[in-house]
C-alpha cells in the first residue's frame, strides 16, 4: 500500500488556548475549528501549519478521546495520520494481512463504511501500542479539506 505521512493528532484541554499559543510562540498558522461528531467520539479540532509541516489539535468532548485526556493530560501524540492513493485498496490489503480495520470508535469497519462525517473517506488501524493509533486518509480528500480549512480562516492556504 502506498503510503504517505500526512500529521499528528495532538489533544488539547482549550483549543483555542492551544490554538493561540501556537500562533504566537511558533508562528503556525491556524484553520478554522471544525467538529467531529459521531458514535461515542465529539471533538473539536483545527490544523495547525508550521512551514510544510501540519498537525492537529484536538479538543475532546465526549468519548474515548475525552477519557484519554482526562488520563493522560495534555499534549499527548496519540496518532499518526497518513494518506493513500486509494483507501479501498489500501483497505483490502490491510485485510488480506489480517488487519481489521476500525472506525473511530474502535469498533470493526466495513468497506462500505469508509465515509466520514466530514466527507472523507478513513480507516483506521486497531491499537497495538498502548493509546498510539494509526489513521489512513484518502490522499485527494486530505488535500482538499486542508485547502478548504485555511479558505476561510483569515490565513492564507498552504503551499
Same mark, same amino acid.
Given at each position: 500500500m502506498e503510503l504517505k505521512f500526512s500529521h499528528v493528532d495532538v489533544l488539547v484541554e482549550n483549543l483555542e488556548d492551544a490554538c493561540a499559543y501556537y500562533a504566537q510562540v511558533l508562528n503556525a498558522r491556524i484553520s478554522k475549528t471544525f467538529v467531529w461528531e459521531r458514535g461515542a467520539l465529539h471533538v473539536r479540532y483545527a490544523v495547525? /501549519?508550521?512551514? $510544510? =509541516? $501540519?498537525f492537529m489539535l484536538v479538543q475532546p468532548i465526549a468519548g474515548n478521546l475525552r477519557a484519554l485526556l482526562d488520563t493522560h493530560g495534555e499534549g499527548m501524540i496519540y496518532r499518526h495520520c497518513y494518506s493513500t492513493p486509494d483507501i479501498e485498496q489500501a483497505y483490502d490489503e490491510l485485510i488480506a494481512s489480517g488487519v481489521? #480495520?476500525?472506525? =473511530?470508535n474502535g469498533q470493526p /469497519?466495513?468497506?462500505?463504511?469508509?465515509?466520514? #462525517? &466530514?466527507?472523507? $473517506? *478513513? *480507516? %483506521? /488501524? #486497531?491499537? $497495538? +501500542?498502548?493509546? +498510539? &493509533?494509526?489513521? *489512513?486518509l484518502e490522499e485527494? %480528500? /486530505?488535500?482538499?479539506?486542508?485547502?478548504?480549512? +485555511?479558505a476561510d480562516s483569515g490565513h492564507s492556504a498552504p503551499a
Open positions: 495547525a /501549519l508550521m512551514g $510544510r =509541516e $501540519r481489521q #480495520p476500525e472506525d =473511530e /469497519l466495513a468497506r462500505e463504511n469508509l465515509q466520514t #462525517p &466530514s466527507g472523507g $473517506r *478513513i *480507516i %483506521w /488501524l #486497531p491499537k $497495538r +501500542f498502548g493509546n +498510539f &493509533s494509526i489513521e *489512513i485527494h %480528500w /486530505l488535500e482538499a479539506f486542508i485547502l478548504e480549512a +485555511f
